[in-house]
């Protein structure tokens, strides 16, 4: 779909540019909407409820308007290059300030690079935003191989590792020597290996997500502990099932998510109801137009295969949430609407070197998405001390 | 879909058609027109769900050659019947045999099968001394579709789990006069058959599966090589064959949409078990003809029945999980094992479940669908199973 050269080393800029007939087969899919009966229950407790469907489904065919979305993102420095023989897509935002620090800014699934569009001048720009020059970042943000404009891996083996090492590979290209690494969700992982690698130049990551449980449950946990397993717990018994398909069926379920905008809609959907700080709808997190830039760049791209692919890719080298000790500097930042709260105590035991431990007190998964400016507060405090000035 | 009125105060059986109008059907032939698919698997095989190559081919015979007006014909040859039960308009066939001392079974499906997975044993168990049974050996077949399936309808309640189920199939036994009945079951079908063993009502005489459910609570140390080989299939079941299961069983209104929304869609998620369950050489082909699994398939998308079948996922785990764990049963019971079943039960625990084993058969081919495979050897077996129990 995108032409990038394969010569190594060229970055060339892009531009997003949806064509208009793919825009009017989303709306005609979405007039022919095929309903199921309405749940049983009157909650979420069996999935997205047909009203709360039907409403989004509504919005997107009637007010939703992509080429504002379009507009708004062809306004930033987009760029493909080639990386290990895929095309990756990518953010790139240089501060003003010279002295800024690099950071590269991993989302996950179902997320994208939309999650941190907001904390972009936060963080390249903060003393427009009552922040200082000192905590200037230079800002990077791919597009996980598989997701948004990035290309479709052909083959396997592209697990977080090897993406670990091709965006290694984008910021030596980008020509940053001392550069930091943020994630949640699949980001997460991705940072943690890039912890672990500890490749040249890199100084230090921040997790929103964090692999800290211990390899043994302990016998007599904190409080703290013992929320963070009741939250473990929980997931893995009920809000497990997408990662047990996407894990070992992907192309199943890749299917419906390619074939149908409202099975790929309301799969997204449930998480932003599931996994975020919210009253009860995901609207009170997450605006509706977010949401549906969110799942409209899944359904043009046609990537809800090749993101599933990923959770398959994972599986087969292994997945825990006990994850690996590092010893770079780590910084932290806990949201209560994570889908489970690490304790301070596991994340000392994995992280030799925690130079920040935050609580917060709103927010959830979709750190970034749900509260920009306190994501980009926690990224100015967390690298302070890495700084060279 | 023809539904006749179903009065829920006078409970009357009212014979029902299968006419599906002609809208839905052009409605799919379009749907299936426009499939916007994904890239293929990474994988040369099946180890990401059903490669792209097959479900194309899948589509492009449902799209040019399939013919639904043939099979709702042929069914329409068999009595179809419509009747309230707890509440819920619930779907059967009944077909009687002209031999009067015949044996009432009652079959029960599962997911993703239908009453379609036993039309062919329908004449061979009614009828056997056509296709050179003997009449002693003849059954009355009744197969009701489970609520949320085929012409039966949607619950629009919590509450209809198996337990429900089973006794809305006691009270249809009686509704259909039968004083003494067998019941069979595989799937949901097994599930729902064990605990009609355990209510034991007076008319059951005895129940036979194709998968039995007798996990005991506590694995024990040491196993034999067929017990072993049970539990690590039950391990592979659940580290990689369940992801469906547990969506199903936590948010089955997510899928659900998919399911109702596109063909493709719900077509490959039951394909998949297609090929996973059925006795193949690598192809679900080699175990099933296109024409029958597009019968199913195309069942469950006529009846926009995607949510509520997996709906009873999501019962069930309200009232004990989806698990191979089973009750201890005293009424006799015969069991088939197939090669090719998710897992095959070892006759040592079936042994510790059922206090009165009156049949046990390991076949050498067949799998999880084993009517739907193999009708011959699985009349077979019921006939032989229920031999003992006849009362002359």
């Not at chain 2, 064990?194 to 008319?203: D, E, R």
């Not at chain 2, 040491?222 to 299939?233: G, I, K, N, W, Y």
């Not at chain 2, 998620?269 to 050489?281: A, L, P």
Request: glycine fraction near 6%; aromatic fraction near 12%.
């Amino acid at each position: 779909m995108y032409q990038t050269s394969a010569a190594s080393n060229v970055i060339e800029p892009f531009y997003i540019n949806i064509p208009q007939s793919a825009l009017d087969d989303l709306k005609h899919r979405l007039e022919w909407t095929r309903w199921p009966e309405r749940e049983t229950v009157s909650n979420w407790k069996q999935g997205v409820p047909l009203a709360k469907a039907q409403a989004l489904i509504n919005y997107w065919r009637l007010h939703y308007d992509w080429r504002r979305f379009e507009n708004r993102i062809n306004k930033l420095s987009n760029f493909r290059t080639t990386i290990d023989g895929i095309g990756i897509h990518f953010i790139h935002v240089k501060s003003k300030h010279a002295n800024a620090l690099p950071i590269l800014l991993t989302h996950g699934w179902p997320g994208s690079f939309i999650e941190f569009l907001r904390i972009i001048p936060l963080l390249t720009d903060p003393t427009v935003y009552g922040g200082k020059a000192e905590d200037a970042f230079h800002v990077v943000i791919p597009s996980l191989p598989g997701y948004g404009f990035s290309d479709k891996p052909t083959e396997t083996e592209w697990n977080t590792v090897r993406i670990a090492k091709t965006w290694v590979v984008l910021m030596e290209r980008l020509g940053y020597n001392n550069w930091v690494a943020q994630g949640g969700d699949w980001g997460a992982d991705v940072a943690t290996i890039l912890g672990y690698m500890r490749p040249q130049g890199l100084l230090g990551i921040h997790l929103n997500l964090q692999f800290v449980f211990p390899e043994k449950e302990p016998d007599n946990p904190s409080h703290d502990e013992q929320r963070a397993i009741e939250g473990a717990n929980y997931y893995l018994s009920d809000g497990w099932g997408f990662f047990q398909e996407q894990g070992t069926r992907p192309q199943t379920i890749g299917y419906g998510l390619c074939d149908s905008p409202v099975a790929l809609a309301t799969w997204i959907y449930e998480k932003f109801h599931e996994w975020t700080d919210n009253k009860g709808d995901p609207e009170d997190a997450l605006g509706i137009d977010d949401m549906l830039d969110n799942i409209t760049l899944y359904w043009l791209t046609n990537t809800g295969a090749s993101s599933a692919r990923l959770f398959w890719e994972r599986r087969a080298i292994g997945i825990s949430l006990s994850g690996p000790e590092l010893d770079l500097p780590v910084a932290v930042s806990v949201f209560p609407y994570e889908v489970f709260r690490a304790p301070k105590s596991w994340a000392q035991q994995k992280y030799s070197n925690l130079i920040y431990w935050n609580e917060l007190e709103k927010g959830g998964h979709f750190a970034a998405f749900e509260q920009p400016e306190l994501f980009a507060k926690e990224l100015r405090a967390a690298f302070r001390a890495l700084r060279n000035t | 879909m023809s539904t006749s009125e179903t009065q829920a105060t006078s409970n009357p059986i009212e014979p029902f058609h299968v006419n599906i109008p002609q809208s839905a059907l052009d409605d799919l032939k379009l749907r299936l027109d426009l499939v916007r698919w994904p890239e293929r698997e990474t994988v040369t095989d099946w180890s990401q769900g059903v490669p792209l190559a097959k479900a194309r081919a899948l589509i492009d015979y449902w799209r040019t050659k399939y013919d639904w007006r043939r099979f709702e014909s042929e069914i329409n040859k068999l009595p179809h019947f419509r009747t309230t039960i707890d509440g819920l308009g619930i779907h059967f066939i009944h077909v009687k045999s002209k031999h009067e001392n015949a044996l009432p079974l009652l079959l029960t499906h599962g997911w993703p099968g239908s009453f379609i997975e036993f039309i062919r044993t329908i004449p061979l168990l009614t009828d056997p001394t056509a296709f050179g049974g003997k009449a002693e050996d003849a059954f009355h077949v009744v197969i009701p579709s489970l609520p949320g399936y085929a012409f039966s309808d949607k619950p629009t309640e919590t509450g209809w789990n198996i337990e429900r189920i089973a006794k809305a199939w006691i009270v249809l036994m009686e509704r259909l006069d039968y004083k003494h009945w067998v019941a069979q079951g595989g799937d949901w079908g097994a599930v729902i058959t064990t605990i009609l063993g355990q209510i034991h009502p007076p008319g059951l005489l005895a129940i036979h599966l194709n998968l039995p459910i007798v996990f005991p609570e506590k694995i024990p140390e040491t196993l034999s090589h067929d017990e072993q080989r049970a539990v690590d299939a039950a391990n592979k079941f659940s580290t990689d064959g369940s992801g469906y299961s547990q969506e199903h069983s936590t948010r089955p209104q997510t899928i659900g949409y998919a399911l109702c929304d596109s063909p493709v869609a719900l077509a490959m998620w039951i394909y998949e078990k297609f090929y996973e369950w059925t006795d193949n050489n690598g192809n679900p082909e080699d175990a099933l003809e296109h024409d029958e699994m597009l019968d199913n398939i195309t069942l469950y998308w006529m009846t926009n029945t995607g949510a509520s079948s997996v709906r009873l996922y999501w019962e069930r785990r309200r009232t004990g999980g989806v698990r191979f764990l089973g009750p201890k049963l005293d009424l006799p019971v015969a069991a088939s094992i197939f090669p090719r079943e998710i897992y095959r039960a070892p006759k040592s625990w079936a042994e510790q479940k059922y206090s009165n084993l009156i049949y046990w058969k390991e076949h050498e081919k067949g799998g999880h669908f084993a009517a739907f495979q193999h009708p011959e050897l699985f009349t077979d077996d019921l006939r032989a199973a229920f031999r003992t129990i006849r009362r002359t």
